[in-house]
């Protein structure tokens, strides 16, 4: 069972906005941290952002900082990515993923490796 259920994507307008979220399907685990990361056809998945779930600490990838928010509702175990002011270059599989492992290097959360849980992807397209 996929403990990470992911909704949100869909097709937007070049400038326009989209918020996709992320819920932990089970209480199995403690998150320590959720990232969210992408990957174009043919390309290698990117780095898009993460949150600390304790402090809610973030960090983004260079290609979206100022334009995309993450947030966490940690209530419902639930993550979100705001996309706001979208580009054609944003099209993508954007995933979500969550690791119950601390690390005080927060560039290691910017790794794929580093996150044992997954989100089964969705599609935005940004339209020019």
């Known amino acids: 069972q996929v403990p990470l259920v992911e909704s949100g994507g869909g097709l937007v307008q070049a400038g326009g906005s989209l918020r996709l979220s992320c819920a932990a399907s089970?209480?199995?685990?403690?998150?320590?941290?959720m990232g969210w990361f992408r990957q174009p056809s043919g390309k290698e998945r990117e780095f898009v952002g993460y949150i600390r779930w304790n402090g809610a600490s973030t960090g983004y990838g260079d290609s979206v900082k100022g334009r995309f928010t993450i947030s966490r509702d940690t209530a419902n175990n639930t993550a979100l990515l705001q996309m706001d002011n979208m580009k054609p270059e944003d099209t993508a599989v954007y995933y979500c993923a969550a690791t119950n492992v601390y690390y005080s290097d927060n560039n290691l959360y910017h790794l794929p490796p580093m996150y044992k849980y997954w989100g089964q992807g969705t599609q935005v397209t940004v339209s020019s």
């Open positions: 089970e209480r199995t685990f403690s998150i320590n941290v």
